[in-house]
């Protein structure tokens, strides 16, 4: 029964889902709702799981006295402050107001710690962009070089310099109408491929989970 | 001289004689002037008062119907839009049970907007709908003034739910057609039948990556994405763990999945339990192989991009959705000299993989990589079934081009799905 149970859920809810796609009528049409709603609620106690579980592991870093035990301890450290701060203002604010109101300490650690963090993370990714644009742009064989030119023409259309460069001779943005057609056309049709095979991929994936062929999900073999 | 003096003696008169008339027409024409921009303004103060109180045309060709392929409770109102549009402040939405008394307003509808939605209804009553193109004026007291027409509707309006959506008929004729052929390929696999599948380089290479962490004594990563489990993304991803936990069992590798989903955690965690099981090493399984990171996409990022630095893993897997956060770790695995194995069917990330990683499953791969890891013939005939939706696919859209192209035949109207 461990077995049968989560493959039962998983055939109905599949089905569900698929006939509720073409029947809009009472239950079907509601289903993805009424569905979205349990996954919220599961979500929500499950966060503790993952809460619990990074507790867990750093603390057993720092007793282990693991490479990474500063890491660890500096998580645990944070998550335990951040969550004190938190209830601080929550406390303190009065009926009315949240901890999450803009001028609360938690709202100061929103703004100043992980705001700027995040952005951190994301502004390096320009410098992993531009590396991995130097590793796939080398003309090593037919396909790169393509893929070089592609590329030449669809950054030379993006940017007013090339545009510039053209001035003396023309008025006509010819690098712009270039890569406008590369993105237009070429590009719209490999991407099309791809996400019909993706429709695809999906659609057989969704299948063998349906009929119970694929179960890997629910912790077992197939 | 004497002649010149009586000569200006006689022009002074003259002058004084002009000059006076020259005043009087010119005081005349003043007062004339004067007079006419009264006139003029009283006027203007007239037509302006006289078009305040004039509302704009009304709405043509109002007409209401039930919303089609919907689970009831809406009612399209749409209208032509009033010759005063420009005027026109608002369409105000009115809505009565009855055809003569009752309406109250339900909504408006901005300027040069010819429709409406209107959500609140019950299904099985009848209702009846009033549009009124209203303008506002502002008094000279600062209070603003609105007039308005309308147009009703003649014939009571009842919403219901539909059973089928006619719009998605064509999709719904190409996933059973699809479907069936992936049964009917998963039957003929299961009959014993042998069933080719082509190559696919990055998933042969799991073998490969997972020996050669074992030769070098490291870990490997496996990373599934950071959807949840509602994504099929990372179910995909989660069945290649189950593949990839069996091998690093077998050749006694650790395998760390650091996960930032609850969900994914319990699951690959269940998951990898059960591949060691499979493969007669259950002993070997350790529960904090799979742990959780945080739900934050770019502390996950970080997270992971600390531990690929500092353990220096051999082989890296990324498979299931990922977002900006792909290349950030696919360049940082890459620079710590680790073999990285991706799928994703997220489209615009896959040119990240294709430049980071030394494989990519690209889109549809990523679907088929478990089943062709499996090697198990239900698995490897749907895969085959796929394949047929592929061909149907081609040669739809070759006999679409032609028939676009040399006729004038618009098919392309009977597949759009909404």
Known sequence: ?222 | MAQKNSKRISIVPFVIVISFFSLIIFSQSIQAQTEQEVFDSVQALIRQAEAADIPPAPVMKLQAVDNPNDKGGAIIVSWDLSVDDAEVKAYQIVRSESKDAGFELIGEAVRGNNTFVDNKVEDGKSYFYRVLSMKTTLEADNTVRAVSSLQATVEPVVSSAQWFYMTRASCLFFVLLISCAIIFYINKAKSGADIYVRKIAGIDAVDEAVGRATEMGRKIFFIPGIQDMNDVQTIAGIAILGRVGQLAAQYETWLEVPVSKSLVMVTARETLKEAYTQVGRPDAFNQNQVHYLTDDQFGYAAAIDGMVVREKPATIFYMGAFFAESLILAETGNAAGAIQIAGTAMPSQLPFFVASCDYTLLGEELFAASAYLSKEPRQLGSLKGQDFGKIIFMAAIIIGVIIETFTNYNVSQYFKVK
């Open chain 1, 1 to 222: 029964m461990r077995r049968e149970i989560p493959l039962i859920i998983t055939t109905v809810a599949g089905l569900v889902f698929a006939v509720s796609y073409f029947i809009p009528h009472w239950p079907f049409g509601e289903a993805e709702s009424i569905f979205g709603d349990w996954v919220a609620i599961i979500q929500a106690f499950a966060i503790w799981l993952g809460a619990l579980n990074l507790v867990k592991v750093s603390l057993e870093k720092i007793y282990r006295k693991k490479e990474d035990a500063l890491y660890a301890g500096i998580i645990i450290v944070c998550l335990l402050l951040t969550i004190a701060v938190g209830f601080y203002d929550g406390f303190t604010g009065g009926p009315q107001s949240s901890f999450r109101d803009t001028g609360t300490s938690f709202d100061w650690i929103y703004r100043f710690v992980y705001t700027p963090l995040t952005s951190t993370m994301f502004a390096m990714l320009a410098f992993f962009v531009a590396s991995a644009s130097y590793r796939a742009f080398r003309a090593r064989n037919f396909e790169a070089t393509l893929l070089l030119i592609a590329g030449f023409f669809v950054m030379g259309g993006r940017v007013p310099l090339f545009h510039l460069l053209l001035k003396p001779f023309t008025d006509v943005p010819y690098f712009s109408e270039f890569a406008g057609w590369i993105m237009a056309y070429p590009l719209t049709a490999g991407m099309t491929a791809i996400m019909i095979g993706i429709a695809l991929g999906i659609m057989s994936s969704s299948l063998r989970i349906i009929l119970g062929i694929e179960r890997s999900h629910i912790g077992g073999g197939a």
